[in-house]
């Protein structure tokens, strides 16, 4: 970890974090090669980025992404995966993740499968 307090920012390099909410349940869980993250609570990462949703049992996978915590905002330019325990897989560019509304948007390429168990 490299921390620039003139700039207000860390640099984590092979990071790997959780998330854990106010009742000690481990929410989040992932990794990336390079995070970068500033004082106001906004940050970026890049390279082999992977968020596990472990309440929601999804999963997030991309090479860049950028975090406004202010407006609880997740985005990239980049193309992102986002896979649930379902069988939904749902991949595109221009991706916008509104944490607060719990709602994913996709503005480009966008392309997925369903998979059904057919065991029923």
Same mark, same amino acid.
Do not use: C, P
């Given at each position: 970890?490299?921390?620039?307090?003139?700039?207000?920012?860390?640099?984590?390099?092979?990071? =790997?974090?959780?998330?854990?909410?106010?009742?000690?349940?481990?929410?989040?869980?992932?990794?990336?090669?390079?995070?970068?993250?500033?004082?106001?609570?906004? =940050?970026?990462?890049?390279?082999?980025?992977?968020?596990?949703?472990?309440?929601?049992?999804?999963?997030?996978?991309?090479?860049?992404?950028?975090?406004?915590?202010?407006?609880?905002?997740?985005?990239?330019?980049?193309?992102?995966?986002?896979?649930?325990?379902? =069988?939904?897989?749902?991949?595109?560019? =221009?991706?916008?993740?509104?944490?607060?509304?719990?709602?994913?948007?996709?503005?480009?390429?966008?392309?997925?499968?369903?998979?059904?168990?057919?065991?029923?």
């Amino acid at each position: 970890m490299e921390t620039y307090n003139e700039s207000d920012r860390s640099i984590f390099e092979n990071a =790997g974090m959780v998330e854990i909410k106010a009742d000690g349940e481990l929410s989040l869980e992932g990794g990336a090669d390079w995070i970068e993250l500033y004082g106001s609570g906004d =940050g970026k990462a890049s390279g082999n980025i992977v968020i596990h949703d472990l309440i929601g049992d999804s999963r997030l996978e991309a090479e860049s992404l950028k975090w406004d915590s202010k407006n609880r905002l997740l985005t990239s330019s980049d193309e992102v995966q986002v896979s649930s325990s379902s =069988g939904l897989t749902v991949r595109g560019s =221009g991706f916008v993740a509104d944490m607060a509304r719990e709602r994913y948007t996709f503005t480009e390429g966008v392309e997925g499968t369903l998979e059904l168990d057919d065991a029923k």
